[in-house]
């Protein structure tokens, strides 16, 4: 059974620091990954897509890694703004049946 | 584009009432997934319909359903409601990838249900 998690659960750091957030997963058989970021009481918003086949993708000062064998991605983001506080979530879309399955998150607060 | 729709964006019912929620997806979208958040739990699948045919189904009792119409508008339906339902309900639609696309998962606002 797929499990994903996602640690820290909650972090803070100041303005202008380069940041990475973490997810693992148990079963490496994924078709993808994807990472949301989510304001509170607010629906998830995309930022990033990774196939099981590529080792990265950027989308502005947003970076994510993808090491499938290991379980492993990261989200990196650079020189954090008080507009990137949010809770981040990676999900794995499995490759047998495309069931999606979520981490619980990290909370970040990027203090001004 | 317009983007995921759903509504109403808030709910309130007394337990034991039924409830039903709608998800407009992206036009040409025609995968919508369900599923509830709740602080203890997290996001957890409820299910997928895909071309008016359920795909997946997680792990709910059967009080829930769903069902999705010929222009792919996804409703579910909660029946007997008790208070563990209060809950943030988000559909996301997609492109699946038995169409050539990564099924990325687009999100609507969500619903908000409190159960009295």
């Known amino acids: 059974k797929q499990e994903v998690t996602q640690i820290p659960a909650a972090l803070s750091v100041p303005e202008g620091e380069n940041l990475v957030l973490n997810c693992s997963f148990t079963?490496?058989?994924?078709?993808?990954l994807q990472w949301f970021r989510q304001d509170p009481g607010k629906g998830l918003t995309s930022l990033l897509l990774?196939?099981?086949?590529?080792r990265e993708q950027t989308s502005g000062r947003l970076n994510a890694s993808l090491d499938k064998s290991s379980g492993r991605s990261t989200l990196y983001i650079a020189a954090s703004q008080p507009g990137d506080s949010a809770t981040y979530l990676c999900?794995?879309?499995?490759?047998?049946?495309?069931?999606?399955?979520f981490g619980k998150g990290t909370r970040l607060h990027i203090l001004p | 584009k317009a983007g995921v729709t759903q509504t109403p964006r808030y709910l309130i019912k007394t337990r034991g009432q039924q409830v039903t929620l709608s998800c407009s997806p992206i036009s040409g979208h025609r995968s919508v997934s369900w599923y509830q958040q709740t602080p203890g739990q997290g996001l957890q699948f409820l299910f997928e319909y895909f071309s008016e045919t359920q795909r997946n189904k997680g792990n709910f009792p059967g009080r829930f359903s769903g069902r999705q119409f010929s222009n792919s508008r996804s409703e579910m339906n909660v029946s007997t409601l008790e208070l563990g339902d209060s809950a943030l309900y988000l559909c996301a639609s997609s492109l699946p990838r038995s169409q050539g696309h990564y099924n990325e998962q687009f999100f609507g606002p969500g619903t908000r249900l409190t159960v009295l």
């Open positions: 990774i196939q099981s086949s590529q």
């Open positions: 079963d490496s058989a994924i078709y993808n």
């Open positions: 999900a794995v879309i499995m490759n047998r049946d495309d069931k999606i399955i």
